[in-house]
Each structure stands twice: as structure tokens, then as C-alpha cells.
């Protein structure tokens, strides 16, 4: 039987992302496909440099977007400054420090690992005690905002306190920039990625990436080359250049994915950031007199809570998934599953990009009073009123 | 000063990739986001797979995008392949072969290097010769179709003889998918990959990659995990399934590139295979013509000539640069410069996928001969004439 075209769903997706994508960003998308060597692509690469400068608040020459999705920008970062017998502290607090982990060992280095409850921030004291016991680490890794669990660190001290031990710092930024402040120059960061799927509100399948001078000179350095051809920024950096006129061919870009990420960067621009970051910020605080109306709490004290990542956790004697699932097929309406440990006990409801709308706040808690009402769960009424007061 | 969107020229293009992208392609990959575990989306990657199943001519289980381009798709063969310590025998003819090397080493493994000139086939002597010296070679890499030259080798035979030898082969089919005759379980490939920017006419940004059930074994008994957690299979596989129902989380999948593969391999599918081999044959053959015709010649001998990637000497006193920039400036018509030894000695017209029509054959014919005329190169008229008869 033959395969036809697929059409998908239209769904409102409020999961820890992809986001909803704005139609700008897929009309981008579908613009006639020019080569990665054209002038007129080699134009475009480089606004694309320019407006991720002003995403992450940076003025480094080494950004760009990795042609994969996240998990290769995480890679890239360890990959490049890590070689064989270094060692790096990792700082896990949810699944992707625990990835880190992983990604460290396979690059032939050592993860010295500082832990904290699923639920709560890199504690920053327990890094500097880290750092104390290994003077020769080269790296510090933490994620800024876990996917996993909503939380948010203090990128900014754990930089400076990585810093005074003359530590490089690889930040994940997947699901921070444009949602939550991030300033890479400010907080002197070395090597920061991020996604373009989750408030940029892109298409998945980029990378955002920035390397601060000092890390591009430990690249240039290396006594051995980059475990992967396809992530060596040795190489890589000859194709997006840095002031140099020719581009050299590395790989073929993604042409209509970048045209996606450059619209997305044009809509950032035009809203400017404080005010996304003000937007992500004005939603959750709907979202969540919402929520507490509903008589529901969050896995995450609020002075550490992401604006743009709901933990929540599930009412006693409720099938979550079933909520999930009802969600799904009677409202369109995509949240998350919990990851890892939190698996079954909490939903992750994303106000990521263009999702951050108070429409998609009314319609998020409408839906699932009406679904946990149907399942008749212990919750009250009233949550739409009180998501409108909060931000009155 | 604020950036704007970017409205790309509309091209042709008859380069060695990217290839013109049919409208309904670039439309797929303009459909709303879903979410990478929406049971809709799974249904389509299962959909995409049985495509690229056909397109591969196989039944191998893992038969999947990588979710990022052609080069990471090699180093996804090699990668899952090699441990360290381990013997690879690589033939080269151009420069995939030379990057087949560098991926091998940053493997920890060693490359013993089987070299041809470039624009000649891959010597089946020569590889049988580097087997007898070569007893613990674990695998056998060959390119199919080098890109760089436009010369096709035996993979049929090159992988008999590597069977032979009891070794693995790993096939570099990034120019041929789709446009030339590839057998996956009659040649008993081992492993292969390709990208979807050539002969399939997708966007640039995936790479196709098929794996035998021998080769899936290896993967699965290796002593140490694959240097890269992005491109490990054993990981992936989890994602795109083998038969169970769940998917588990790896990374986020570039969704809406998948949308646009999986268009083009309806397309693929509605013209069939062989229709589409013969299509490239067809306007091969009458490009040919007109070139000739033209008094301009081939790299590459008759018998090894890809159809789908002309090599063409560029005639003595032909500022070759002037003439591309030119067919760029005046017609939007892309074709590629020579690559590594070959830079400056030829042209390299590509007749792949959507591109592969008698419109542009004709196109490109007529603006070259204008565009030498002008430079008072040394060429006969009639091309357009010799190019319609040949195929008449």
C-alpha cells in the first residue's frame, strides 16, 4: 500500500518543547532551497552570527549554530575543550548533568560529579568544595535551566566561583535563552549551548553555540584533534568564518533550517529581549495562580523556578498519563511526562516562545480542569479567573 | 541598524549539492510542529523508515535519518563500527575517501589507505591486495559515488571481495541515493550512508543511514561505548524503534526536516526507483551531448561516469571562477567548482533529483555557451540541438 503524504496535527504544544513555532518561522522554512557556499547564504550566516550575539549577550567571535540538535551542541562544547586524561566537574541536578556525565567519560576524560536533589539548584557551595579538592580540573559544567525539573541555577556565581579556580565553564542554555536572562560576556562564561526548539520557538534540529576567546584559544591548542570531524570547531569555524572573506566547505548546511533560526532571531529581535524575557515571566505567573487555584503545587521552591518550565506535581490517585492522553486527543494539547526519577510524579508544562501567550494559559487550565474534573480528582474551580487577576 | 527577513534569490541548482528542492517538499516542511513522542509523529517516522527501506533496496531493521547531515551520517558508520585499536581499510579516489581517514583515526583506529587517482574508479586488486596484507582488518570503506569527481565504483564487487575477507564494508552513497542503481542486501552492504540534499531533492541537514543485521551484532557487543552519545546507536535505536511499541527519549528529533524526507520519499516512491535511475540516465545523456557538441570534455572515463555528477575540464585560457560567477550573476545558475587537487581544473554540473530535467539541461547548455562565447573561449555552437537529439 503506498505511503502518502503526512499531514499532521494541529497541536498547542505545552511540553518541555519543541514549542509552538510561529508561522514566520515555518514560512521561512519553506523558501527555495539556494547552496551553502552562494554570497547571498553567506550574507544570511552572518546575521544569523549577529543576532545570536544579541541571544546570548555576547560580543564572541565563535557564534554560531551546530548543524544538530542540542544533545550535538552539548557534545561540541565537551568534545572541543576536553581531551583524553582531563578532568571535569559536572554538577547534576536532573537528566542532563547527568548526560554531561556520559558525554565527559566518552571524550576519555574524568567527571567529577557534584550532586543535588532533583528538584533544587546547583548548590554553589558544594562546587567550591569540589573545585578545593580538585585543583587540576580544567572544566565546570552545569546546566542553567533543567529541562528535567524546572529549575533554574545561578549561572552567574557559579561562573565567577569557577573562575577564581581558573576553571573553564560550559553552561547548558537549552532551555534558557530567550525565555530567562542570560548574559554569556556579563557572567563570563566560556562555552554556553542551547536549542532552537524551546523559546526561541524554531524548528528543532539547531544548536546555538558561543565560545569565549579565552576557550577558543584552548581549541586552537589542542595537542590532539577533536574526537569528532563533524564537531571540530578547528574546522567548523573555517566555514562560518570569523571576519575572514572565504568560507572554506565543511559540511553542507542546513540551508532552510537556518532560514527558520534567522526569522526566528528577527521576531526576538523585534520583540527585544528584556521584553521576551518579561513576557515568559507574566504568563508563568498566570499560569500559576492558576494552577494554586486549582489547589495543584510545583515541584520547585519558587525563588528557583523557570518561568518557562512548570514542574507539577500530580494530585494523589491520578492517572497522569490518562491525563496526558486526554489532553492529547480531546484538546490537541501536548504537556510533558516527568524524565528520569520525576517519571509519574510530575507534568512539565512549558510557556516556551511563542507558546507564552495568555491564550494558551486560558486554554491549558481550562482543558485540564475540565479533564481532572472528568477523572474526578480532589481540585477546585475557579482557575481561570484567578490566571486573569494575577496579571490584571 | 535591524536585520530583516531574508528572501533568498530563487536559484537552479547544478552543483554537487544541494539539489533544487521540489515545491512540495519545501511545503511539507512548512507544516505545524508536532511534538518527537506524538503518537502522530511516530507513525510517520515508521512511515519514513519503510521509505527509506525502498529507497536502500533492503529489509534492514535499522534503516534511519541521522538527524543531522551527510558527514555526521559517516561518522555514524564509523563511529558505531570501530573500537579503538582496531584496522580499517579505506580506499581513496577523492576527497570523501581522504575524510574517511581523518574520521577512522580520531577513532583511535588505524586507516590503511588503498589510493586511486582521483577520477578513476576504487581498484578491486588494490583492496583485494591490502585484505591479504591486511588479516585483521575489521572493515572495508569505499565511496560509491565521489562528489568531488563525478566517478562511480563497484560497491557490488568491492563489497564481495571485502566479504570475502570476512570484513564489514561501509558505503558512502551520498551522491548515489536515489539517482543510481544501490542494492543494499543483494551487494550485502554492511553499512551505508547518504544525505538528502543530492538525488532524494530534500533540504540539506539529514543523512540516510541503513545497517545489516552482522553489522547491528557489532554495534551491539562492543567493549566500549561509542565516542559520541548523539550518533550512538544503541541509544538511537531506542528512539526509532526495531519492532516495539515505546520510544524512548535520546534527542529531539528535527521534526519538521522529517516532514520534508518524508515528502521527497513519496515523491521517490510515486515515480519509482527505477523510473528515477533512468531519469538521471536520460539527462545525463543529453547534457553529454550538448557538452560535447560544445568541444568541452569529461574527467572521468565513459564506463565509470556518474550520471547524476558531471566532472567537466574547464578548456585552457577559461577563467573557470569568472564563468560560475557569472552563470551566478546573470542566469541564478549554480554549478560547483573542483575540489582539493581538482580546484581550478574542472567544473563539477550536477543532474541530481529534482534537478535532473530536460528544462535544465537545456538552461544550463544555453547559458554556458553564452556566457563562453562572451569570453571568447574556444567552443562550437549547437549544443542545444546535439542535447535534444541525443535523447530524442
Known amino acids: 500500500m503506498a505511503i502518502t503524504s503526512f499531514n499532521p496535527p494541529v497541536r498547542t504544544l505545552m511540553g518541555p ?48 549554530p ?51 536533589d532533583w528538584g533544587k539548584p546547583v548548590d554553589p557551595d558544594k562546587l567550591e568544595e569540589a573545585l578545593k579538592a580538585n585543583p587540576d580540573a580544567k572544566v565546570v559544567a552545569f546546566v542553567h535551566a533543567e529541562t528535567s525539573t524546572g529549575v533554574q541555577s545561578d549561572a552567574r556565581l557559579l561562573c565567577e566561583i569557577a573562575r577564581r579556580f581558573d576553571c573553564l565553564t560550559i553552561v547548558d542554555a537549552v532551555t534558557s535563552l530567550g525565555g530567562t536572562p542570560i548574559r554569556v560576556d556579563e557572567w563570563k562564561i566560556d562555552a554556553i549551548y542551547s536549542g532552537t526548539q524551546k523559546c526561541l520557538s524554531c524548528t528543532p534540529g539547531l544548536s546555538p553555540v ?66 521576551a524575557w518579561a513576557r515568559h515571566e507574566m504568563n508563568h505567573r498566570a499560569l500559576r495562580a492558576g494552577l494554586e487555584a486549582m489547589g495543584l503545587s510545583f515541584l520547585v521552591a519558587e525563588d528557583y523556578r523557570l518561568p518557562q518550565l512548570n514542574a507539577v506535581n500530580i494530585p494523589e490517585g491520578v492517572d497522569e498519563a490518562a491525563v496526558r492522553n486526554k489532553l492529547l486527543s480531546d484538546y490537541s494539547l501536548e504537556i510533558g511526562a516527568g524524565l528520569g526519577t520525576l517519571a509519574g510524579k510530575v507534568w512539565r508544562i512549558g510557556l516556551m516562545g511563542h507558546t507564552s501567550d495568555m491564550k494558551n494559559v486560558m486554554y491549558c487550565l481550562g482543558a485540564l480542569e475540565a479533564v481532572l474534573m472528568e477523572m474526578n480528582a480532589p481540585i477546585e474551580t475557579g482557575a481561570i479567573t484567578a490566571a486573569q487577576q494575577a496579571v490584571a
Open 210 to 275: 558561543s565560545f569565549s576567546d579565552r576557550a577558543v584559544d584552548v581549541i586552537k591548542a589542542r595537542t590532539h584533534p577533536v574526537q569528532s570531524w563533524f564537531l571540530d570547531l578547528n574546522l567548523v569555524m573555517g566555514y562560518w568564518g570569523s571576519g575572514q572573506a572565504k568560507r572554506a566547505y565543511h559540511h553542507t548546511a542546513p540551508i532552510n533550517s537556518l532560514y527558520a533560526l534567522h526569522e526566528a532571531l528577527v521576531l526576538l529581535q523585534e520583540e527585544g529581549l528584556e521584553n
Open 17 to 64: 518543547g519543541p514549542s509552538d513555532v510561529h508561522p514566520r518561522v515555518t514560512g521561512a522554512m519553506a523558501r527555495p532551497t539556494i547552496g551553502h557556499l552562494d554570497p547571498a547564504f553567506v550574507g544570511m550566516m552572518d546575521e544569523v552570527k549577529t543576532m545570536l550575539q544579541y541571544a546570548f549577550q555576547t560580543k564572541n567571535q565563535l557564534t554560531i
Open 66 to 116: 551546530v548543524s544538530a540538535p542540542g544533545s550535538a551542541g552539548m557534545e561540541t562544547t565537551f568534545q572541543n575543550l576536553l581531551e583524553r586524561g582531563d578532568k571535569a566537574i559536572v554538577c547534576q541536578n536532573g537528566v542532563f548533568g547527568g548526560r554531561m556525565k556520559e558525554v565527559v567519560e566518552r571524550c576519555g576524560a574524568t567527571a567529577i560529579m557534584v550532586e543535588d
